[in-house]
C-alpha cells in the first residue's frame, strides 16, 4: 500500500456506552463488582482445582477457560471504568489495534471441547479414560490456541491495512472490528468478506461441533437410561448449554444478524453483556459442581488455619 493511502489517524474516540451522567457512578460501581467478581473468581478457581488436584478433563478444560475470561475481561473494561472516571474516551490507533488481537476468540473452542468431553463422558463411558488422555486434552487446547492466535493476527493484519482519514469517532466501548470496518475511508468489502470467512471457522464450526455432540448425548440418554458412571457427566449438560446459549447468542445477534437490533444503542449493549457478563461462565459450571465446591471449602479451610497459625505465633 503506498504511503499516502495510510492511515493518518493517531488515534480514536471511544463513546462509550449509552448512558446518562447521572448514571455513571451506578455503572461504575455494577462493572467494577462484575470486572473484580470475574478476575478474583476465575483465580480462586484456578487455585482451587489446581490446589486440590482436580486435574480431570473437564477441569483441565476449566482452568484455561477461567484464565482466558480473565484475560478476556480485562482488554476491555478497565478501559470502561478509566473513561468513566476521567472522561477520556481516546485510544491511541496502535492500542486499537493490539485491543483488537487479544480480544480472543479461544472460548469457542474450548466450550466445544468440553462439549466432546461431555460427550465421551455420556456416549463413551467404559472408554472415557482411554480416549481422554492427558495427550488429547493438550493437543485440543494446543489446537484451539493456535486456531485462535491465527484468526486474530488475520483480523489485526487486515486492520491494519486499512486507512482511517478525518473520522476518528467510535460509536462503541471497545475497537470493535464491525464498527471500524464501517469507519474507514477503504473499500472494505473485501475485508467484509475475509472477516465473515474467518467468523464461520471460529463461531459457526465450532457451534456445529457443540450441536452434534448434544444431538449424540441426547439420543444416547433417550436410548439408555443414565448410570452412575454418567450422571455426574450429564448433571453439567445444563449448566454447559445455559453458557453455550448466552455465548453464542449474543454472538450471532451482533454479527450475523445485526438487523435484529433497531440501535446501535441495543448493539453496545449487548456487546457489554458478552465483554462483562459472559467472563462469569465458569463460575456456572463451579457453582453446580460439587467437586469445585469441595474444593473451595477445602482452600478456604486451608486459607483459615494458615491464618489461625499466623496470628497465634505472634
Known amino acids: ?7 493518518c489517524v493517531s488515534e480514536f474516540l471511544l463513546l462509550g456506552l449509552p448512558i446518562r451522567p447521572e448514571q455513571q457512578g451506578m455503572f461504575f460501581a455494577l462493572f467494577l463488582g462484575v470486572y473484580l467478581t470475574t478476575v478474583l473468581g476465575n483465580m480462586l478457581i484456578l487455585r482451587s482445582s489446581g490446589w486440590t488436584r482436580l486435574h480431570t478433563p473437564m477441569y483441565f478444560f476449566l482452568r484455561y477457560l477461567a484464565l482466558t475470561d480473565i484475560s ?29 488481537y487479544f ?12 462439549a466432546y468431553d461431555q460427550y465421551v463422558a455420556i456416549c463413551h463411558p467404559l472408554h472415557y479414560i482411554t480416549i481422554m488422555r492427558q495427550g488429547l486434552c493438550t493437543l485440543l487446547v494446543t489446537v484451539s490456541w493456535i486456531l485462535s492466535c491465527s484468526n486474530d493476527l488475520c483480523h ?6 486499512l486507512s482511517f482519514c478525518a ?11 464491525a464498527v471500524l ?13 475475509a472477516v465473515f470467512m474467518a467468523g464461520v ?5 465450532p457451534l456445529i461441533g457443540i450441536l452434534i455432540s448434544y444431538g449424540c448425548i441426547g439420543a444416547t440418554v433417550l436410548k439408555v437410561p443414565p448410570t452412575k ?20 447468542g449474543t454472538i450471532i445477534a451482533l454479527y450475523f444478524f445485526p438487523s435484529y437490533s433497531t440501535s446501535s444503542d441495543k448493539n453496545i449493549i449487548a456487546s457489554a453483556m458478552y465483554t462483562v457478563v459472559t467472563p462469569l461462565k465458569p463460575f456456572i459450571y463451579s457453582l453446580r459442581n460439587r467437586e469445585m465446591k469441595g474444593a473451595l471449602e477445602k482452600l478456604f479451610h486451608g486459607a483459615k488455619s494458615s491464618l489461625n497459625d499466623a496470628c497465634s505465633s505472634l
Not at 468513566?84 to 489495534?97: E, F, G, L, N, V
Not at 480480544?103 to 468440553?114: A, E, H, I, K, P
Not at 489485526?156 to 491495512?161: F, N, W, Y
Not at 458412571?229 to 454447559?240: E, I, M, V, Y
Open 1 to 7: 500500500m503506498k504511503p499516502e493511502n495510510q492511515s
Open 181 to 193: 470496518l464501517k469507519l474507514s475511508c477503504s473499500d472494505t468489502s473485501l475485508y467484509e468478506l
Open 156 to 161: 489485526t493484519l487486515l486492520l491494519s491495512q
Open 72 to 100: 478476556f475481561s480485562s482488554i476491555t473494561v478497565p478501559k470502561i471504568l478509566m473513561s468513566m472516571q476521567s472522561q477520556d474516551q481516546s485510544i491511541p490507533y496502535a492500542r486499537c489495534i493490539a485491543q483488537m
Open 103 to 114: 480480544f480472543t476468540d479461544l472460548d469457542d473452542f474450548l466450550l466445544t471441547s468440553v
Open 201 to 205: 471457522v471460529v463461531i459457526i464450526l
Open 167 to 177: 473520522d476518528n469517532t467510535i460509536p462503541h466501548f471497545l475497537c470493535d472490528l
Open 229 to 248: 458412571g454418567n450422571c455426574k457427566a450429564l448433571s453439567t449438560c445444563d449448566s454447559h448449554l445455559s453458557v453455550v446459549s448466552l455465548y453464542y
